[in-house]
Every structure is written in C-alpha cells, then in structure tokens.
Nanobody
Framework: QLQLVESGGRSVKAGESLRLSCQIA????????MGWFRQVPGKEREGIAS???????KYADSVKGRFSMDENNARRWLWLYINDPKPEDTGRYYC?????????????????WGQGTQVTVSS
C-alpha cells in the first residue's frame, strides 16, 4: 500500500508559477505508475501528468508545455511544476499511483491517491 500526501496548493494570479509536492510513504513506489490528476466540480477527473515505472513522462494536452513533473531518486517525493497557470487550471490536485503502465487516463479511478491540494488561479 501507498500513502500519498499533497501540499503546495494556493491562490495565485494567472501567470504566477507554483509547485505542488507529494510525499510518498508505504511500499515500494517503483512498482507503480505515478502522477497527478485534478478535479473540478461538475467535471470528470483529468489525469494531467504521469511517470511510468521506466521513468517516461506523459502529459495531457491541456497542460503540455506549461506543467512538468519531477521525482526524487528514491521516488519518495513527486513534484508538479505549474508554469503560466490559467483560470481554467483551477481545481483540486491529487497525487496518485496505479499498478501497471500507461496510467495517465486512469489516475484517480483506481489505485491510490491522497487528499488533494487546492489550486485557485485568478485572472
């Protein structure tokens, strides 16, 4: 099992960068495809960034070129760098883990995730 704790969410102005952090505890996170998804009230959960077991990263088209993800060597921390945020990026952001490959589309639908951290972007 994994325990995931997100932090770093806050209110920002459009264009003001921020970094979200995810602390990972429990079993070996290298067994999992990991990443971030976001939830906006009234909309489906959206997987936005993932890193495969072999280190390959994938990003949703909605954030490609603006968001990036990194991890520490022991995979006990994940970070999501939000650059040039827009009001439509407002939502609750979750760190998540899923067994298997190609997890971007299933983050938050199975596996593990934390309590989330709120990001609010004003224009």
């Amino acid at each position: 099992q994994l325990q995931l704790v997100e932090s770093g969410g806050r209110s920002v102005k459009a264009g003001e960068s921020l970094r979200l952090s995810c602390q990972i505890a429990g079993s070996d996170a290298w067994d999992y495809c990991m990443g971030w998804f976001r939830q906006v009230p009234g909309k489906e959960r959206e997987g936005i960034a993932s890193v495969e077991v072999d280190g390959r990263r994938k990003y949703a088209d909605s954030v490609k070129g603006r968001f990036s993800m990194d991890e520490n060597n022991a995979r006990r921390w994940l970070w999501l760098y939000i650059n040039d945020p827009k009001p439509e990026d407002t939502g609750r952001y979750y760190c998540a883990a899923v067994m298997g490959a190609n997890c971007l589309g299933v983050l938050g639908k199975s596996g593990y995730w934390g309590q989330g951290t709120q990001v609010t972007v004003s224009s």
